[in-house]
Structure formats: structure tokens, C-alpha cells
């Protein structure tokens, strides 16, 4: 497995602002994802993160709205820019390790955001 | 379409009693299944996955998920629960290119003393 921490662990935020959530893993990874758990509910993919290539984002979500960074194999950044109360969610970054196992995803411990 | 459906969105069991969260997926080759657990304020830790071969996987903390292709199911058990079991439960399956994890909805288990 990998060990993935995440900044910050928590944040309140006025809508309109933008905030930059960093996550870090003990290992170089190829693939890193984001995912977003709004209040209550599941675990939504919002975009896969792989060094050296643009960011690819699922249905729904867009560069603009939250713009990942992916500058080295143990680094990677998500942004929600602009927010509204709607962006309240978690945001857990995920890694599949290189090799065998990389089917296999570990998470970190999440970001718990609220906009006011 | 590829899904994830857990049935059940909560249950709540006494201590030591046995558990069985169901799982039921939609995918059109064998899939590659996976169970995560969230604590209250945590991420996910994985409890266990399937990809191939015995049907029977055990993962940590005491759990083991049967992987049974004609039901479409990959249902997770645990003989004796204990208070600190309490959490939610996800299934999950790997998906969309082998890249993307498609959740259920969450099961969460509340244990009774």
C-alpha cells in the first residue's frame, strides 16, 4: 500500500473563493485520482491525475471548476475555484500503486470542505 | 451500464452477532470488486478485493466477501462484530478502462453493546 496525506484536513470557506487542496504520497505513483463524497452520499470520480499529461475529467466536472496540478510522481493538487455552498463535500485524493497491484486504489484521509 | 448496488442503507447489529452487508453489481465481463471501510471523520481502508481465482477472499480485520458470478454478487460477512466495526461500508468495482472505481451507495452499520 502507500501512505497519502492530505492538506488541509478540514477548511470553511466563503463562496466565491477558491481553495487549493494538496495531497502527498510516500512513493512515486503513475496514477492519482480525485474523488469528491458530497454530504451523505457516495464517492464520485471527478478526474484521473497522472504525471506529465493533462488531467482526464469524468461527466460532469470540468478544468475550470477544479484544476489539478500533477507536477512529479508524488505530488498532486486539486483546486475547487469559485465556490458555492454546493461545493461542500469531501475531497479525497486516491493513488494506484505502480506494478501488480495497480488496480488496487488506497485513499487518503479526505478534505473535509464547507462553503458558507 | 456498469453499477453498484447495496441494498441495505443502514443495519445495525449487537456486538458479536454475525454481519452480512449485501453487494450486487452490474458489469459485463468479470469485474474487479472491492470493499472499503470509512470510520466516522476517516478515508477509506481497503477490506479486501477480488480479481480472480478462489471465490472466497478474506480481507483484514476478520472480513470475507464471496464473489458469486450467477447472482452477480460480492456480498461481505463477518462472524462476531465488534463496537469498533461500526462505519461505512462501500463496495465498490473497477471500472471504465480499469481506472475508475465505481461505489455503491453506502452501507452504514451501527453496533448495539
Known amino acids: 500500500s502507500a501512505v497519502i496525506s492530505q492538506k488541509p484536513s478540514r477548511d470553511i470557506c466563503q463562496r466565491g473563493t477558491s481553495l487549493t487542496i494538496q495531497c502527498q504520497v510516500d512513493s512515486q505513483v503513475t496514477m492519482m485520482f480525485w474523488y469528491r463524497q458530497q454530504p451523505g452520499q457516495s464517492l464520485t470520480l471527478i478526474a484521473t491525475?497522472?504525471?506529465?499529461?493533462?488531467?482526464?475529467?469524468e461527466s460532469g466536472f470540468v478544468i475550470d471548476k477544479f484544476p489539478i496540478s500533477r507536477p512529479n510522481l508524488t505530488f498532486s493538487t486539486l483546486t475547487v475555484s469559485n465556490m458555492s455552498p454546493e461545493d461542500s463535500s469531501i475531497y479525497l485524493c486516491s493513488v494506484a500503486p505502480s506494478g501488480t497491484t495497480q488496480e488496487t486504489q488506497y485513499f487518503g484521509p479526505g478534505t473535509r470542505l464547507l462553503v458558507l | 451500464a456498469q453499477s453498484v448496488t447495496q441494498p441495505d442503507i443502514h443495519i445495525t447489529v449487537s456486538e458479536g452477532a454475525s454481519l452480512e452487508l449485501r453487494c450486487n453489481y452490474s458489469?459485463?465481463?468479470?469485474?474487479?470488486l472491492f470493499w472499503y471501510v470509512q470510520s466516522p471523520g476517516q478515508g477509506l481502508q481497503l477490506l479486501l478485493k477480488?480479481?480472480?481465482?478462489?471465490?472466497l477472499v478474506q480481507g483484514i480485520k476478520g472480513f470475507e466477501a464471496e464473489f458469486k458470478r450467477s447472482q452477480s454478487s460480492f456480498n461481505l460477512r463477518k462472524p462476531s462484530v465488534h463496537w469498533s466495526d461500526a462505519a461505512e461500508y462501500f463496495c465498490?468495482?473497477?471500472?471504465?478502462?480499469?481506472?475508475?472505481?465505481?461505489f455503491g451507495a453506502g452501507t452504514r452499520l451501527a453496533v448495539h453493546p
Open positions: 491525475a497522472n504525471q506529465g499529461s493533462e488531467a482526464t475529467y
Open positions: 465498490a468495482l473497477l471500472g471504465g478502462g480499469y481506472n475508475k472505481l465505481i
Open positions: 458489469y459485463g465481463a468479470t469485474p474487479y
Open positions: 477480488y480479481f480472480s481465482g478462489d471465490t
